[in-house]
């Protein structure tokens, strides 16, 4: 059944160097508070390849302590180690790994298989930490469980399997790097007399192939099959048949070389595909976990949004009423008297702040205006050739007048839409038409272009537009000053300082009156930004702390995970994974976790978004705040899955293994 190819690759080894020795190895448990036990005393050993040693011993005499040292998941409290002639003692955690992945393989008695990994994933485990590309894997572990006779139970998952079943799957993993050494601590202890006769025979034949095997047990007759039997009794060896003749073809492992790239590719894709299956194992779990984040980032994007679109409202408010416009009128004092007067002298020292781009003045009031049979009463503005420009407006048909036509009184008129439409029709535009406002005629010299719902309580397209001097000269003849001045600063920046200058300046005018009033749109605005902008902040960060929250629970849940898998880590790390494995794979599950968290957070928020704006909440979901909370998730899982999963890297494997 079991034949050739087990041993790792076949290197001459240095002659007469034993494969194994022990030199007054101790091995002391407590100290400090706790008592101190010397499990093992001076234990002096020579293991040759190709070796079968049989350990024997009563429960508690130091067999298991033994074997976890000659395994190298654990390291002796004095004394010298020699593998292959090189002290251990010099190794470091990663090249002990490397020793346990590539030399040894060990049988437990109670086989230590993964729970959740089927038979032949169980035995591909080890072969995953020395690199070996998938395929290659795969087909070794089904090629050593139909020599084991488990062709038919590969899927099977451990507990679908007879404790023979699993012992002998656990040997095939084992041997799945090569398995030089194997090491069985009582591997027939927890089977029926059957069972262990068919793994005794299993292990007779490896060690006939060339394996050397080292069998722990506490049951003589089992003892008795092997080659050389070692008795220890209360951690000293008290009796040993001697070295028995032995191959001396058989060689220890030698460092296998892992392609870096590809080895790191596959890694993570390992760790990937177990981490899936451990979130999909505790399902209810993995599933309030994920609520946890999902609730963060959901509520990271849509408070975002809703922050957003808040702010793009006052936003397009400020578009439509400039951003650096005041309007400005006399009025009566505060204090009681007449109301002031805006001169043309007062306007031109306005517009001579440093702070202040333009002032326009405005007269604006209904009158009839008339063409042909129709008349109508109609808004009539009078303002200077600036009111396009400042108001962010464009001259549909024809052109707007000049500073030089108001100069000269020119009875010039331009149309707002609908009222080019009233007194024209829908044709072409009604360039060099007469009408009559009051009792005044004006040419049509263009159209406004339409501005449709944003132009505030008055509607803009309903108005005619007249210079302002001519205006006053031919329709407003009885107004001795503006209805109001709009005054435009010279930046968003200078809109406060703008309105203080040009009070302190009015006043000083006006001989101390404040007799006028300025209405500062743009500043409320502004203010109104700000404000909207502070609160976007904070209920950001208010959602960036629930998403946090959800983090905390990612790191309790994987502290859970670890504590629970106590037992998996011990056996990933005796079949050789290196820390950086341990730490790769849990990390990747939290990761997982909250990537998954994020993708669903995401698309949960894109529902609830659309289902806001549908029902009139201005929301604006952008692109950058869904990568930004899916970002921050996933680093969330990052940071957050570290300590449970450096937790998990640094475990003693003696103590994980001995783990629930
Ligand atoms: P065996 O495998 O021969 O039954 P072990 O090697 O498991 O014996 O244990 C030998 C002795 O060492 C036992 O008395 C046990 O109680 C003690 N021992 C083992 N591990 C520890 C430990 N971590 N701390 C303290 N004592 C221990
Ligand atoms: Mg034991």
């Known amino acids: 059944m079991v034949s050739h190819d087990a041993p790792a690759t076949p290197q001459p080894r240095a002659a007469g160097v034993p494969l194994i020795e022990l030199r007054g190895i101790c091995k002391r448990y407590g100290g400090g508070a706790q008592p101190q036990v010397e499990v093992l005393r001076d234990v002096s050993l020579t293991i040759h390849a190709g070796e079968f040693v049989a350990l024997v011993g009563a429960s508690g005499s130091g067999k298991s302590t033994l074997m976890n040292l000659l395994g190298c998941l654990d390291r002796p409290s004095a004394g010298t180690y020699l593998f292959n002639g090189r002290d251990v003692a010099g190794f470091d955690d990663d090249r002990l790994a490397w020793l346990r992945r590539d030399a040894f393989g060990f049988v437990f008695q109670g086989y230590h298989l993964i729970a959740g990994e089927s038979a032949r994933e169980n035995v591909e485990m080890p072969a995953i930490y020395a690199g070996v590309p998938a395929p290659v894997r795969a087909q070794r572990a089904l090629a050593l469980l139909a020599r084991l006779g488990l062709e038919a139970r590969r899927d099977n998952l451990p507990h679908q399997l007879s404790g023979g079943q699993q012992q002998r799957v656990s040997i095939a993993r084992a041997l799945m790097n090569g398995g030089g050494i194997i090491l069985a601590d ?128 006052v936003v397009a408010q400020m578009g439509s009423m400039g951003t650096t416009i005041m309007y400005m009128s006399s009025r009566p004092p505060p204090s009681g008297g007449p109301r002031g007067e805006l001169t043309p002298d007062d306007l031109d020292a306005v517009a001579a702040l440093p702070q202040i781009r333009r002032v326009m003045p405005v007269i604006g009031d209904p009158v009839t205006v008339r063409h042909g049979r129709v008349d109508r009463e109609l808004y009539v503005l009078a303002a200077s050739e600036d009111m396009p420009s400042i108001h962010h407006w464009k001259v549909a048909a024809g052109r707007y007048y000049t500073a030089s036509e108001d100069r000269d009184l020119a009875p010039l008129a331009v149309l707002g839409h609908k009222a080019s439409v009233h007194f024209f029709g829908d044709g072409p535009p009604p360039l060099g038409r007469q009408l009559l406002i009051g009792n005044s005629p004006f ?143 849990f990390l990747t599950e939290s990761v997982l976790l909250s990537v998954v968290g994020g993708v ?24 950058s705040a869904m990568a930004c909370a899916f970002a921050f998730a996933a680093v969330t899982g990052l940071v957050f899955g570290w300590m449970p999963a450096r937790t998990a890297a640094r475990l003693d494997p003696v103590v994980a293994l001995a783990g629930e």
């Open 600 to 623: 669903a957070g995401v698309l949960i928020s894109l529902v609830l978004g659309a289902a806001l704006a549908a029902s009139g909440v201005a929301v604006v979901l952008s692109v």
């Open 186 to 313: 009582e591997p027939t202890g927890a089977l029926d007399s059957h069972s262990g006769a068919e793994v005794m025979a299993l292990l007779r034949e490896l060690a006939d192939a060339g394996h050397t095997v080292i069998l722990i047990t506490h049951d003589r007759t089992v003892a008795a099959q092997a080659q050389r039997v070692i008795e220890i009794r209360d951690g000293r060896i008290v009796a040993d048949s001697g070295v028995a003749a032995h191959r001396r073809d058989v060689a220890p492992a030698q460092p296998r070389k892992r392609d870096g790239f590809s080895t790191w590719r596959t890694d993570l894709h390992e760790a990937a595909r177990t981490a899936w299956r451990g979130m999909r194992m505790n399902r209810t779990r993995t599933g309030l976990t994920l609520l946890g984040i999902v609730i963060g980032v959901v509520s990271v994007i849509v408070m975002l949004a809703i922050g957003e679109g808040a702010r793009q409202q």
């Open 443 to 585: 040419e049509v010299i263009g159209v406004m272009a339409e501005r449709g719902a944003d132009s505030g309580a008055q509607d803009y397209d309903d108005m005619v537009f007249i210079p302002y001097r001519s205006g006053r000269a031919r329709v407003y003849q009885a107004m001795t000053q503006p209805d109001y001045v709009v005054v435009e600063a010279a930046s968003s920046a200078d809109v406060l300082a703008g309105e203080a200058a040009m009070r302190r300046l009015l006043v000083a005018r006006h001989g101390g009156r404040e007799d006028f009033g300025i209405g500062n749109a743009a500043a409320r605005l502004q203010a109104e930004v700000a404000t909207r902008r502070s609160l976007a902040v904070m209920l950001g960060l208010i959602a960036a702390v629930s998403l946090v929250v959800g983090g905390i629970g990612v790191m309790n849940v994987m502290l859970m995970t670890v504590r629970e898998r106590t037992r998996e880590i011990g056996i990933r790390m005796a079949s050789g994974a290196r820390q950086a494995d341990i730490l790769r794979q």
